[in-house]
């Protein structure tokens, strides 16, 4: 017998169940339509899934990010992979609502109402912990003042792209003495305001520190692999937004959403996004060596 106490790790009576917690975890799924539609088991599990998923990638950002702080490149580089390959596989998830018909849908869709992925705090949890920071997403949780604090401490925090700038400032002197085919200038201290607020100088002094990171990339193997993965995760953010948009046209076309978006209108706009722009745009003025 538990006694009611948490089992330990290790107990002889710890179970895969117990350990996992299912059957908590299986009661979690509770369709509103009545009767329950048979589709809506499926609409609940995949966003379920995600917010789980979501819930490991805030975890790896974190390590991330204090990796980055510590100047240990290569374990930053690997957690930012693990990120990559989950968001993969929520590309690839996300096509799985497409063996929904969209009359099907409709079914139940009017029950989810007002209830929409705006409302998902942990996904603009992500963005911000990527350097995409927007108060403006407040008001989607003007109901839940405890979401709106979570936003409001992810606003203050180190992101991503903060604690990558403050790496190459940091390094900025022992960068020097490796680069062996070019130079470029230091790092500003305060590179990931002037990324979004400077002048096309700042801009362009801080291109022109990532420069030679991509040049000479043998001389800067780790650096290199950190920004690839960064650039990475950018790529499958921006992957993952574009297939949202292609399943929700799917089924269904050019509906507002059920929390008053413009639907897929409103999700195209937002594949542009980049949380490393400067990182992409690197690429323009790379050189061919001789």
């Known amino acids: 017998m538990h006694g009611g106490g948490p089992v330990q790790v290790g107990s002889s009576d710890l179970t895969y169940n ?5 059957p908590e975890l299986l009661s979690l799924q509770q369709p509103q339509s009545e009767p329950a539609h048979h589709d809506e088991l499926l609409f609940i599990i995949i966003h379920q899934a995600y917010e789980l998923w979501f819930k490991l990638i805030l ?3 974190e390590n991330a990010i204090r990796y980055m702080g510590e100047k240990k490149i290569l374990r930053a ?4 992979k693990r990120i990559t390959e989950i968001m993969r596989l929520l590309v690839q998830q996300i096509h799985i609502l497409e063996t929904m018909s969209p009359a099907e849908f409709l079914e139940f869709r009017d029950r989810l109402m007002p209830a929409s992925g705006f409302q998902s705090v942990q996904f603009r949890e992500i963005e911000f912990l990527a350097g995409l920071k927007d108060e ?27 604690a990558y700038y403050e790496l190459l400032h940091e390094l900025g002197s022992q960068l020097g003495d490796r680069r062996s085919t070019m130079k ?3 790092m500003p201290k305060n590179a990931a305001e002037l990324e979004l607020k400077g002048s096309p100088e700042d801009r362009n002094t801080i291109l022109r520190a990532i420069l030679p990171i991509y040049q000479d990339q043998e001389n800067h193997l780790p650096l290199y ?14 992957l993952w937004r574009e297939h949202h948009v292609r399943v929700v046209e799917r089924v269904i076309g050019f509906k507002h959403g059920t929390g008053g ?11 542009v996004k980049k949380a490393f722009p400067l990182l992409w745009e690197v690429r323009t003025y790379l050189e061919k060596r001789g």
């Open 184 to 186: 470029g200038p230091a």
């Open 261 to 271: 978006s413009s639907g897929a209108e409103y999700l195209r706009s937002t594949t």
């Open 77 to 80: 580089h690997h957690f930012m």
């Open 225 to 238: 692999l950190l920004s690839e993965s960064l650039v990475e995760f950018d790529e499958f953010f921006a």
């Open 18 to 22: 117990d350990y996992l917690k299912i």
């Open 136 to 162: 403006r997403y407040f008001a989607h949780f003007k109901n839940r003042p405890d979401f709106v604090e979570i936003l409001r401490k992810r606003m203050g925090e180190h992101d991503l792209k903060s």
């Open 59 to 61: 975890h790896e950002m």
